[in-house]
T-cell receptor
Framework: GAVVSQHPSWVICKSGTSVKIECRSLDFQATTMFWYRQFPKQSLMLMATSNEGSKATYEQGVEKDKFLINHASLTLSTLTVTSAHPEDSSFYIC????????????????FGPGTRLTVT | SQELEQSPQSLIVQEGKNLTINCTSSKTLYGLYWYKQKYGEGLIFLMMLQKGGEEKSHEKITAKLDEKKQQSSLHITASQPSHAGIYLCGADNRGGATNKLIFGTGTLLAVQP
């Protein structure tokens, strides 16, 4: 089956530094990837939609200058948390939509294992 | 914007008991997904429903989508400790250039041996 990987699986950084998280689709092409954020005991909140070769689309309330997204190829999207602060500590999950698969208008989405970010 | 409400928020059941989790949408559902998540891990895809009245089963888990396509239920028969986790319903949020998948509020399930 389709696999999405994330790297790193966990990271601890100091306040004020930037952290980059990678999301890769390993055996399929993904023109669209999504970035979610999850706080403990809460559901996933969509942060942004990453489109290959174009600018990401951010959800309301998400700072685009804070969370930089780059989707340079059909298999890789990166999320950079700039000038991280303790409130940015969270579980970040990406997903990728198979560009060629799916049924009708619903394309199956595959999720990465997540990246736990802790900002001290 | 579309919102998904899940109930209950959390659930503790004895091993062997049946349980049902509900997912209600504020708008018509075009694609309804059920996922399971272990805390701190990624999502495991369970099932996808598209048609009104559709029902799918996998092992001891059955998911249904009502005829009006605004409510889905996930039923687990004879629960086991391995069923414990967070259950999330997700829906294709149509609108704009890209269909986005939004998630419900989540249901935390604990199964007591």
């Amino acid at each position: 089956g389709a696999v999405v990987s994330q790297h790193p699986s966990w990271v601890i950084c100091k306040s004020g530094t930037s952290v980059k998280i990678e999301c890769r689709s390993l055996d399929f092409q993904a023109t669209t990837m999504f970035w979610y954020r999850q706080f403990p005991k809460q559901s996933l909140m969509l942060m942004a939609t990453s489109n290959e070769g174009s600018k990401a689309t951010y959800e309301q309330g998400v700072e685009k200058d804070k969370f930089l997204i780059n989707h340079a190829s059909l298999t890789l999207s990166t999320l950079t948390v700039t000038s991280a602060h303790p409130e940015d500590s969270s579980f970040y999950i990406c997903s990728a939509r198979d560009s060629l698969g799916g049924t009708g208008d619903s394309y199956e989405q595959y999720f990465g294992p997540g990246t736990r970010l802790t900002v001290t | 914007s579309q919102e998904l409400e899940q109930s209950p928020q959390s659930l503790i059941v004895q091993e062997g008991k049946n349980l049902t989790i509900n997912c209600t949408s504020s708008k018509t559902l075009y694609g309804l997904y059920w996922y399971k998540q272990k805390y701190g891990e990624g999502l495991i895809f369970l099932m996808m429903l598209q048609k009104g009245g559709e029902e799918k089963s996998h092992e001891k888990i059955t998911a249904k989508l009502d005829e009006k396509k605004q409510q889905s239920s996930l039923h687990i028969t004879a629960s086991q400790p391995s069923h414990a986790g967070i259950y999330l319903c997700g829906a294709d949020n149509r609108g704009g250039a890209t269909n986005k998948l939004i998630f419900g509020t989540g249901t935390l399930l604990a199964v007591q041996p």
